[in-house]
């Protein structure tokens, strides 16, 4: 089956650094993305990890283990913009092509 | 930075009536994508498309859905007899190729039925 897990809910301080885990079970496995998401919009990307290791892009890096279906995404210097649904996908390739299995999404909230 | 356009980006409709969701999606890509959200749940796969045919569909597609590439640019979601189930936020997505480059959503559309 085609599973994705993270938690639901997590708070952090301005300033500080959170880590947002996620593990998945997705046949054809391709590829971790992560997106974040405000309330009532599209999901931007954020990041795209096929190989295990860490990609950091600027405060957003993350992280893959493909022999542990494992992947965090790390955020440092949180601003309050960040509050924020985050969600893990799986690209689960078949027949050639590919789709995206998300998880329900983690919100976090960043307080002062 | 290219953008997937979707149109429009609010529609409320009775139930039992037919929409069509647009979409355009960044030139040079290949590969089209329907997902839907529907408020609080998660984003749910509904449809891939390439070279004119669909290339997989989930148990949500069902026959009521249809899916169209009409021209050089638009790629269009049917929706033959909306049900109130079917509000939703509904995206459309695009890539340049099979293996994930360059996957990016539009802003969506909110269906509202009533």
């Known amino acids: 089956g085609q599973n994705i897990d993270q938690p639901t809910e997590m708070t952090a301080t301005e300033g500080a650094i959170v880590q947002i885990n996620c593990t998945y079970q997705?046949?054809?496995?391709?590829?971790l993305f992560w997106y974040q998401q405000h309330a009532g919009e599209a999901p931007t990307f954020l990041s795209y990890?096929?190989?295990?290791g860490l990609e950091e892009k600027g405060r957003f890096s993350s992280f893959l283990s493909r022999s542990k279906g494992y992947s965090y995404l790390l955020l440092k210097e949180l601003q309050m913009k960040d509050s924020a649904s985050y969600l893990c996908?799986?690209?689960?390739?078949?027949?050639?092509?590919?789709?995206?299995?998300f998880g329900a999404g983690t919100r976090l909230a960043v307080h002062p | 930075e290219p953008e997937v356009t979707q149109t429009p980006s609010h529609q409320v409709t009775q139930m039992g009536q037919e929409v069509i969701l647009r979409c355009v999606p960044i030139?040079?890509?290949?590969?089209f994508y329907w997902y839907r959200q529907i408020l609080g749940q998660k984003v749910e796969f509904l449809v891939s498309?390439?070279?004119?045919?669909?290339?997989?569909k989930s148990e949500i597609f069902d026959d009521q859905f249809s899916v169209e590439r009409p021209d050089g640019s638009n790629f269009t979601l049917k929706i033959r007899s909306t049900k109130l189930e079917d509000s939703a936020m509904y995206f459309c997505?695009?890539?340049?190729?099979?293996?994930?480059?360059?996957?990016?959503f539009g802003s969506g559309t909110r269906l509202t039925v009533v």
């Open positions: 498309f390439y070279n004119n045919e669909i290339s997989e």
């Open positions: 030139s040079n890509h290949l590969y």
């Open positions: 990890n096929v190989l295990d």
């Open positions: 996908a799986a690209s689960s390739f078949s027949g050639g092509y590919n789709k995206l299995i």
């Open positions: 997505a695009s890539s340049n190729r099979a293996a994930n480059y360059g996957y990016t």
């Open positions: 997705t046949s054809g496995f391709n590829g």
